[in-house]
């Protein structure tokens, strides 16, 4: 958490001036998350019709930002109330928030100000890098609660883990932290690269590779190669912890020259799991191995997969010289619901909703669909289109759709696939009458309120595009409209 006069040596090189004592956190694109005192970042827009972050500085200084940094050529500097620097000539005698930097480029001058943070650091600091194509969140918050046991520790904003949501995050981070946890996304070839460069990781995990950037890499072989630049920034001195499980990221062990440790469910792995219980939403039991030790865990996580995400975080807090009672304890103490981003709720008619549409996948709707395979009661599966998976969509889409008819007794398909995944629940052996497929949530809503009962577990998940936390709404005993 830098103060305003550390924004500014950071932006410009120079000794700060007399002033900026108070602390600027948090930093923000979005004008309407501005609290007092915090940081707001212009950005030009990133797509076609998306809005200019400069068209709301305005906005922001009323909120009470006190910095914005800003590209100076989309700025009109007309009735805004601030000290305006720009850091081409930022000699000032007082600093005075609050204030506007002016810069070519909002996203270098952020990426320069965080690296210069992550200078400032403790001495003592590591920081666990984590990517993969699913699975990020759940293992930063994981390895967050096993290391805060013994360490003080930080872990990154929410998915703030992109070329600029990263570095907004890492600049919240106090000074005196002695393990920092940050996940790190991709879009494009380079950019976990350029990611290391700014955070300097020194333990990396991956978690998988799936096809969740297909549409934007074209093959699995380049999406593990993109992947694999964490592994690749690793210092000689680091750690990498890599799924056994999936041969793509266990490869990735020749690209590192720093420790490798493996996870899994194989006993050649260097930490690994079996005697695996679900206990549907009561959570999941398993045995820990590693090297001659054994010890048995009850965790309150949902569903055979959350194994996986366990073993990262045992990992990450065993190479770091923590005990099993450190590393047990803060396993059982992280919440289910908001590691795994899933809430179930009361639904209509006595069933039960397992919201879990905050993203999707093949890889994590065939979890999904495992947990629900795990629950008593009637099952129906509530599945929308998986976004982004380019040449791989129809492949994802058929796996999900034959894995739901082998479920579920009742299958619901929403979106432009929904008929191609009909289709392939049908062939795979689910009556047409157990299928409703259309392009409307509401259509589907309706369908469903004609049928459920109590004691249905009804699973939903599809990509957010969908917006299928709506219908979960509509479906639940608060509903409203869709």
């Known amino acids: 958490m830098a103060t305003l006069a550390q924004v500014y040596t950071g932006l410009t090189g120079l000794p700060a001036p007399a002033g900026g004592e108070a602390t600027v956190t948090p930093w923000v694109m979005n004008s309407q998350l501005v609290t ?22 305005g906005d922001a200084l009323q909120r009470g930002a006190g910095v914005v940094v800003a590209e100076r050529s989309r700025t009109d500097l007309n009735n805004l109330q601030a000290q305006v620097i720009d850091l081409d000539a930022p000699e000032v005698e007082r600093l005075q928030a609050p204030v506007l930097f002016l810069t070519d480029d909002s996203l270098l001058a952020m990426q320069k100000l965080a690296t210069w943070w992550r200078d400032q650091a403790n001495p003592n600091l590591k920081v666990i890098g984590i990517t993969g194509s699913v699975g990020k969140t759940t293992v930063k918050e994981l390895t967050a609660a096993v290391l805060s046991n013994r360490f003080r520790t930080w872990k990154s904003r929410g998915n703030y883990n992109s070329d600029i949501g990263l570095p907004l995050t890492l600049l919240d981070m106090p000074p005196d932290v002695e393990r920092a946890v940050v996940e790190l996304g991709m879009t494009r070839r380079g950019e976990i690269e350029e990611l290391c460069a700014i955070v300097r990781p020194d333990v990396g995990i991956v978690t998988n590779v799936g096809p969740a950037h297909m549409e934007r890499l074209g093959s699995f072989e380049a999406i593990a190669s993109a992947k694999a630049e964490l592994v690749e920034n690793l210092p000689d001195n680091g750690v990498a912890i890599l799924n056994g499980d999936d041969g793509r990221v266990r490869a990735m062990a020749e690209k590192t ?5 493996t996870y899994g469910l194989q006993p050649e792995f260097t930490l690994w799991a079996d005697e695996i219980q679900s206990h549907g939403l009561d959570g999941i039991a398993f045995h820990f191995h590693w090297g001659t030790e054994s010890v048995a865990a009850r965790l309150p996580l949902l569903g055979r997969h959350s194994v996986h995400a366990a073993l990262a975080a045992a990992s990450v807090g065993l190479s770091q010289g923590q005990s099993w009672a450190e590393v047990i304890g803060g ?27 905050y993203n999707a996948s093949p890889d994590s709707v065939l979890a999904a669909l495992n947990l629900l395979n795990d629950l008593g009661g009637r099952r129906i599966a509530v599945l929308g289109d998986m976004l982004e998976l380019g040449s ?34 049908q062939d795979a052996g689910l009556p047409a009458e157990a299928i409703f497929a259309t392009r409307e949530r509401g259509e589907a809503v ?6 459920l009962q109590p004691e249905d577990m009804v699973l939903v998940k599809a990509s957010r595009g969908l917006r299928l936390d709506e219908l979960v709404t509509q479906l639940s005993v608060v509903g409203g409209d869709v």
């Open 331 to 357: 396993l059982k103490d992280i919440g289910r619901l908001e590691v795994l981003r899933i809430v179930v709720a009361e639904g209509i008619n006595g069933s039960t909703l397992i919201d879990d549409s």
């Open 36 to 57: 007092a005192g915090g940081g707001f970042v212009a950005r030009p827009g990133q797509s076609a019709g998306s809005p200019d972050g400069h068209s709301f500085i």
């Open 392 to 425: 791989y969509t129809e492949k994802g889409h058929e796996l999900i759709a034959r894995r739901a008819a082998s479920v579920a007794s009742l299958f619901v398909a929403i979106g432009e696939m929904a008929e191609w995944m009909a289709a392939e629940a």
């Open 257 to 261: 020259g720093a420790t490798v440790w």
């Open 446 to 451: 309706t369908w469903l309120k004609e049928r």
